[in-house]
């Protein structure tokens, strides 16, 4: 197939389910990259947020008067005396008050319509499902669990946040019965995910795309269908960036296959590039046409070409051959560095339809999905590339490749241009200090006004001059790994910083006014009960010391491409055998000798936070937040059958650890 003589269409979708808030920034890095070379290949480039576009339709009252017609005629249908789920049976019992309300209630949280929070704030406006219960004071009368301290939090927000903060628990509520009620694999920010994640098998997500579709499969179908009407493509990149955006990639490629079968298919993205690096499957390309793995400039530039009748080799291209897998590709071309990557760009994104959740009262941990962001990188991949959980053997983490700052401003200047925005968030793996003091002199030179916020390392060059720097240039908030919490652990992982340097370094930049989130880590190998208890009591006092106002807390996971995965026995652990892999490969199961219920922690570590977050339960003692019963190894089946006496183990950190750092 030749396209150069009248031209090519590519269109570039997002699949569901990203975030709501923001574009997702992969198929506008590519647009702005493949229109560089647009005349040069006869191409047109579009883009299309599918995920944002399938959370609109089902969140309009077509759908959710669908959606209760369908759950109404099943409550008919069902035995007598069997009971619906709560969230359900609260939806039937409101559901022409929810369609009434979705749209006014969306168009509220896509700022479009601000007045709405006097009524929200009225309590009378939205129903109020079982997500509202924590608040307490429903408007039918019913108290819910009371939790006073949320509560009187909630209590200090203005009338438009506390207005979205109530939007949001309404949307929750809608998605708890989209999920419980029509489709289990549907959730706000992931969709089918269990069918992608580390599959090593195509089987289940195979079947259920072959299987009866859902009310959230033909909504989708037939968003695909529309966007096939309204871009015309001779080819769609599908970029999937998480396991949850695997379903939909292949549901939307099914949809095009069956209508246009002309059209060229082409799978790429952050999933791609982790887990489909060991592809086998064939099956793949019954949907796809050719899968690429890395950045995908070079091999969509070079497979454009080759479409366009061109005879440029394939790069890191799978395609099916006689049957079978095999990877096209040419080790001669290179990579397109960062300077001749152009910029992105938003065009044709509906910018102005995104939706701000605001599922936290925590101020920075609602910056992940609240307001619109300009997504930007300082630099491709991570200059430190050293931590042991990380995979840095792949080229997004290990291929460093900084932008000058020149470029980033440009970048910079062209999406305020564009979008009217002025909100950035730097969505580096860590991005460089060096580059960021740069940024920051070169804002406040050339007296250009932005926020921005991004994702770093704590180390010692984060000094108070610099994170003063950094404030007075518009940054408000970072992240960065704090992980176990413990020296002996953050050496074995080869993290590079310890406890007492992350607690000078986010002190100075909480001082400066530049919030912090940590992100934290449980079940990395060879760690203990002793160890996590004892890292809660870091992460404690690190919280009441004002050094951090947001955290979570991760399970380590071993993958396939890290240097735990790759050598798992300079770590004290031992990788059980593989099973048969074809498709997605990734993380790979461990066993530790130390046998830590790490399952039974986590439970108390995520409560921990969530108080922490809120400032509740700074001043308690840490075994407060676990159910009572034998951690440590592993309780014997039969002592915990017989249920055993709690022994979290007490701390072992003295009260004043981090004080005495930050002294
Ligand atoms: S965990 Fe972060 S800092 Fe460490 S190598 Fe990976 S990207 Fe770099």
């Avoid at 079968?261 to 489909?276: A, D, F, K, M």
């Avoid at 400032?615 to 002592?639: I, K, S």
Wanted: hydrophobic share 40%.
């Amino acid at each position: 197939m030749r396209y150069a003589a009248c031209g090519m269409r590519l269109l570039l979708v997002t699949p569901p389910m990203t975030q709501l808030n923001t574009p997702y920034p992969a198929t506008a890095y590519l647009t702005g990259f493949l229109r560089l070379h647009a005349a040069d290949l006869g191409l047109t480039v579009t883009q299309a947020d599918a995920s944002l576009a399938l959370f609109l339709r089902l969140f309009s009252a077509p759908l959710i008067e669908r959606m209760a017609h369908i759950l109404r005629a099943r409550a008919r249908g069902a035995a007598r005396g069997s009971s619906a789920p709560e969230s359900i049976a609260h939806f039937l019992s409101a559901a022409e008050r929810y369609v009434d309300t979705i749209e006014p209630a969306i168009r509220f949280l896509q700022r479009r319509d601000p007045s709405l929070a006097l009524r929200i704030v009225g309590r009378a406006f939205l129903p109020e499902g079982p997500r509202f219960a924590h608040l307490g004071m429903r408007a039918g009368g019913e108290p819910g669990a009371l939790d006073e301290q949320l509560t009187a939090a909630f209590g200090t927000l203005g009338t438009t946040e506390q207005a979205r903060y109530l939007a949001s628990l309404y949307v929750d509520d809608l998605a708890d019965v989209w999920r419980e009620g029509i489709d289990p694999r549907f959730e706000l920010a992931r969709y089918g995910e269990r069918l992608a994640a580390s599959a090593p098998s195509f089987e289940p997500l195979h079947e259920a795309l072959e299987d009866e579709p859902t009310l959230v499969d033909e909504t989708l179908d037939a968003l695909t269908l529309e966007l096939l009407a309204q871009h015309r493509p001779d080819v769609v990149g599908v970029s999937a960036p998480f396991p949850g955006n695997v379903y939909g990639a292949f549901r939307i490629a099914r949809a095009i296959r069956s209508e246009e079968p002309s059209v060229r298919l082409v799978l790429g993205g952050g999933w791609v590039n982790t887990e489909l690096r060991a592809l086998r499957e064939p099956r793949v390309f019954d949907y796809f046409d050719y899968v690429t793995l890395d950045d995908g400039e070079r091999p969509l530039l070079n497979l454009l070409g080759v479409l366009g009748g061109r005879r440029s080799p394939l790069v890191r291209t799978y395609v099916r051959k006689n049957g079978e897998v095999a990877l096209e590709t040419d080790a001669t071309q290179q990579d397109v560095p960062n300077r001749a990557t152009g910029v992105p760009t938003y065009d044709g994104l509906p910018l102005e339809r995104y939706v701000s959740i605001m599922e936290m009262l925590n101020p920075m941990h609602r910056l992940w999905s609240d307001g619109r962001w300009n997504k930007i990188t300082l630099a491709h991949g991570c200059y430190w590339k050293k931590c042991t959980f990380c995979d840095v053997s792949l080229d997004y983490i290990g291929r460093y490749d900084r932008a000058s700052t020149d470029l980033v401003m440009r970048r910079i200047r062209a999406l305020i241009d564009e979008t009217g925005e002025t909100g950035f968030h730097l969505v580096d793996e860590a991005a460089p200090p060096a580059a960021m003091r740069a940024l920051a002199k070169r804002l406040i030179d050339d007296k250009l006004s932005i926020t921005w916020w991004g994702n770093i390392r704590f180390e010692k060059t984060f000094t108070a001059e610099l994170c003063g720097l950094l404030a007075e240039a518009g940054c408000v908030a970072v992240s960065g790994g704090l992980e176990v919490a413990s020296d002996r652990l953050l050496d074995l992982m080869k993290k590079g910083v310890t406890v007492g340097q992350v607690a000078r370094v986010t002190r100075a930049f909480t001082d400066a006014g530049i919030m912090v989130h940590a992100y934290l880590m449980y079940g990395f190998p060879t760690e203990t009960a002793q160890d996590t208890i004892d890292a809660l009591e870091r992460v404690r006092q690190l919280f009441a010391a004002g050094c951090i106002q947001s955290a979570y807390w991760h399970r380590f996971a071993a993958t396939a491409h890290s240097p735990i995965g790759l050598h798992p026995t300079r770590y004290g652990i031992t990788l059980r055998p593989p099973p048969s892999i074809t498709f997605a490969h990734n993380d790979v199961a461990f066993d530790d000798p130390v046998g830590t219920d790490h399952d039974f922690l986590g439970a108390g570590l995520r409560k921990a936070l969530y108080n922490y977050m809120h400032g509740v339960g700074l001043d308690a003692d840490v075994r407060t937040w676990f159910e009572p019963r034998a951690v440590g190894r592993r309780a014997p089946r039969q002592r915990r059958r017989r249920g055993a006496r709690a022994t979290v183990p007490r701390t072992t950190v003295p009260p004043d650890l981090i004080e005495r750092y930050l002294a």
